[in-house]
């Protein structure tokens, strides 16, 4: 009887892995954008003191995208599954006439993917905290797409390539 | 006789080309880096009124740096021929406390090859106007690299790798 038991229990648990393997059990979460400085540098955008998003984005920030996403940018904001796109902020550091890049402050990510991430239009959210890999966003929905839905025209993205 | 001459003339211009062809009587111009919006974007600086550079480069400028180039900002500002450096200079639109992007006032170009520019620390300057391909650098020396020269321990580039 135990023998049994034992027996249905790895059975069990052999069914499972190979649902997962099969049905691709696969984590939601956004990756980090591994090599991303290399990546086509889309824009740049300085949001100063007074501007409405100033606390969550104050900074200068640069655009980037993969092979994909460049794409989806030329193609006039209409991208495909695999488009990745950086959201890089920086500090900005004033002296003397002149404003540098300071230390970074977020790595915002957007990821296509539009069966896995077909409540937030097709796109999983992500931001890493300055240098590190620590995850920020709690919520895709709540935290991001809510205010990307209003790009909806622009397949969410708010950036368009600057030539 | 005037059969001779002219024999003679053809002769010559065909020794004065074969030597060009032979020696590389080739054309010291910087060419202009096309494709550099896909290199990888090495730094942004912003420089505002009041910066002593203001009239020449006032605005936004990024640098950009073909793969070569990219080798030698990451070696320490060590730059081998074949290294090509861009510099993006973009007009700045200020509103409602944003800064963005605006026209392209000029695309400057250091390009490495240091037996053809070995006046100039090996480096080649030249730039173009706006969106156009207009020359501008009348004389590299004096337009360029005399200011380059402070930056000499870092082989004449301003610019190093923000990571």
């Given amino acids: 009887m135990k023998k049994q038991i034992i027996i249905s229990i790895f059975s069990v648990a052999a069914i499972l892995v190979g649902a997962a393997v099969l049905f691709g059990f696969s984590n939601d979460e ?3 954008p591994e090599g991303y400085r290399n990546w086509t ?5 300085i949001l100063e003191k007074g501007h409405p998003l100033y606390d969550a984005f104050g900074g200068i920030h640069h ?3 993969n092979k994909t996403a ?4 030329k193609a ?3 991208f495909k599954d695999g488009s990745v796109i950086v959201f890089d902020l920086l ?3 004033s002296a003397d006439n002149a404003v540098a890049e300071g230390n970074r ?3 915002g990510v957007m990821e296509k993917n539009s069966k896995k991430y077909r409540d937030t239009g097709g796109w999983g959210f992500e931001a890493f905290k300055g240098d590190t890999r620590e995850r920020v966003v709690k919520n895709m929905e709540g935290d991001c797409f809510s205010c990307h ?3 909806k025209d622009k397949d969410y993205v708010f950036s368009e390539y600057r030539k």
């Fill in 30 to 32: 956004v990756k980090y």
């Fill in 41 to 45: 540098h889309v824009k740049t955008l």
């Fill in 63 to 65: 655009i980037y995208a």
């Fill in 70 to 73: 460049l794409e989806g940018y």
């Fill in 76 to 78: 006039g904001n209409k």
């Fill in 91 to 93: 500090e900005t550091v």
């Fill in 105 to 107: 402050k977020v790595v």
């Fill in 149 to 151: 839905l209003s790009q």
